[in-house]
C-alpha cells in the first residue's frame, strides 16, 4: 500500500497563493498517476486536477489558476494554486489513481488525510 501526506494548506487572502505537497511512500510513486481532489463543508469530494500519462487534467473551475506537478526522486505531489477565490476554500486530499481517467473519486484506491485551504475575501 501506499501511504499520503498532504501539507502546505493555510488561510490566505483572495488573490493569494499556495502550494500543496503530498508526500508518498510504501510503493515506486512513479509508477502511478496521481491526483488533487477537494471537499467543501457540506459538499461532495471533487475534482481538481490529476498528473496522467499524457499530461496533465483539470477542473473548469481551476483551469489556468492552479498547477499540478510532480518531483518522482522526491516521491511527492504537488499543486501550486494562485488566484486563489475564497470558493476554493476546502480541504484538499491528493490521491493515487488506478483506473480510469483520473477525475472521479472511484479511480483512486489511495487517499491522504488532507490539508485546509481556506480563503478568506
Excluded: H
Aim: overall charge positive.
Amino acid at each position: 500500500q501506499v501511504q499520503l501526506l498532504e501539507f502546505g494548506g493555510g488561510l490566505v487572502q483572495a488573490g493569494g497563493f499556495l502550494r500543496l505537497s503530498c508526500a508518498a511512500s510504501g510503493r515506486t510513486f512513479g509508477r502511478y498517476r496521481m491526483g488533487w481532489f477537494r471537499q467543501a463543508p457540506g459538499k461532495e469530494r471533487e475534482f481538481v486536477a490529476a498528473f496522467v500519462w499524457i499530461g496533465s487534467r483539470y477542473a473548469d473551475s481551476v483551469k489556468g489558476r492552479f498547477t499540478i506537478s510532480r518531483e518522482n526522486s522526491k516521491n511527492t505531489l504537488y499543486l501550486q494554486m494562485n488566484s486563489l477565490k475564497p470558493e476554493d476554500t476546502a480541504v484538499y486530499y491528493c490521491g493515487a489513481c488506478v483506473q480510469g481517467s483520473c477525475d472521479t473519486q472511484n479511480d483512486y484506491d489511495e487517499w491522504g488525510q488532507g490539508t485546509q485551504v481556506t480563503v478568506s475575501s
